[in-house]
């Protein structure tokens, strides 16, 4: 049992949070203010081959494991969130799943772009009808020689309006369910695929979301993931890897309102002292300093067991849950700390807890957590 970080991960988590405090934090709130989706931090982030954490130099990432993921992610999330969405929707999301089960053609075509930063990757599985219900999905895909035609919407698509890559989940028969679906990478300026309405939100709102429209889009069968068949293990396998850094997102986020409220409390005087010196507040920040460990040594768990080979989808789904709920309870302190100043735009705890409320929804909300857990313990 070893509780502290290798070397090389301390010496990796400072130059990011370095990079991440000099360059991000700066710009976070213009970039929520102005629903500036962040083009610049991202060139950055490409710029120290953070776009490539955990994807083999031979595909052109930069190395590392699911630990450097979740670390390089706590920080960029710390400092802007809205920045740390767009990163995970391409690198976690899209990106890793094309890693994981397509062919060398499929990884030196796709993801060597995406790991060196060059283009940008979405992933396109949510649809109007279906969002916990992922096999519920309608989007058709139809075998037809040597391509397939697609013909669906997606929605809620991360990344839709700017991604070069889009990795779709369509169906050959609706009425097979998981079993009938298929995953395809679909490239930008394909004929029949355009980007359809942006959606406004309430936090992380640099990042666009997006609706993702196919009308009779052709896609080469040479650009299917996995079997016929196959897309919806394709599609969890993603989703089960990526909801650890969702959860290291949700650390990133509750960390920056921990640290937001100790500057302000020691400072903030009323009655004559820092509010620190008032016990109420003083276990608000034990409380909220008390989740944020216990939130990323379960990250970190699940982290391991991943590079380990081990089973982690109980573990993945323990740790996106409580970190998750854990950052909307911290940034909910925060604001309360801050009093009135924490409820107006001066101070970035606002912020932090508009942006915290995402990572109770996507990627399997927090209902969809607890009865993955249920089920691996029931058994
Ligand atoms: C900002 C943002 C970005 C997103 N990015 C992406 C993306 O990049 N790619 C993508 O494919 N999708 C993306 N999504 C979609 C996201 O994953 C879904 O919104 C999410 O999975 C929930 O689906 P839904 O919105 O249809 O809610 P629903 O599934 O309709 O759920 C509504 C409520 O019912 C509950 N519920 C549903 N079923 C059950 C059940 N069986 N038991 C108990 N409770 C249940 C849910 O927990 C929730 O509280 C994004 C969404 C947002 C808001």
Redesign the pocket.
Known sequence: MDFALTEDQQIFQRMVRDFATNELQPVAAQVDEEEKFPAENIRKIAELGLMGVSISEEYGGSGGDAIHLVIATEEIARACASTSTVYL?SLS?ACYPIYMFGTDDQKKRFVVPVAKGQKLA?????EPGA???AAAIQTAATPKGDHYVLDGT?V???NGAEADIAVVFATTNKSLRHRGIVSLIVEKGTPGFSVGKKER?LG?RGSS?AELVFENCHVPVGNRLGGEGGGFKVAMGAIDASRINVAAQAVGIARAGLEASLAYAKDRQQFGQPIAGFQAVQWMLADMATYVDAARLLTYRAAYLKNQGLPYLKEAAMAKLFAAEAAMSITTKAVQIHGGYGYIKDYPVERYFRDAK?TE????????QR?TIARQLIG
């Open positions: 929707a999301l979405c992933f396109a599985l949510t969002g916990s219900d997606k809620f698509i991360t939100k992380i979301t995402i929804i996507y990627e399997g909300t927090s209902e969809m009865m």
